[in-house]
């Protein structure tokens, strides 16, 4: 099993950016999908979950600002993030625990994708 993120990249202030992490692999069942960050210097943090049954839940400062969401049939998870401040800049890690064939439900990490907010 593979998590793949794109989207990241470089953004000014109060714009956009739309981060995508496909699962790959002979995937049985994906329950919840979650998107962490971290900026330098600072822990891992989660900013976004969204569980099997796409209930929804946020850190509390990106709340009104950042939209997570899945795709079933593609197994993919989204992260849209709107009005960004410089504080949003970190490196985006897709995370997802997933049951795959032959192998028990296991907890899986992208390799990151990073987002810079900067003028």
């Known amino acids: 099993v593979q998590l793949v993120e794109s989207g990241g990249g470089l953004v000014q202030p109060g714009g956009s950016l739309r981060l995508s992490c496909a699962a790959s692999?002979?995937?049985?069942?994906?329950?919840?999908m979650n998107w962490y960050r971290q900026a330098p210097g600072k822990q891992r943090e989660l900013v976004a979950r969204i569980t099997s049954g796409s209930a929804t839940s946020y850190e509390d400062s990106v709340k009104g600002r950042f939209t997570i969401s899945r795709d079933n049939a593609k197994n993919t998870v989204y992260l849209q993030m709107n009005n960004l401040k410089p504080e949003d800049t970190a490196v985006y890690f897709c995370?997802?625990?997933?049951?795959?064939?032959?192998?028990?439900?296991?907890?899986?990490w992208g390799q990151g994708t990073q987002v810079t907010v900067s003028s």
């Open positions: 995370n997802a625990e997933i049951k795959a064939r032959g192998i028990p439900l296991n907890n899986y």
């Open positions: 692999g002979i995937i049985v069942r994906i329950d919840a």
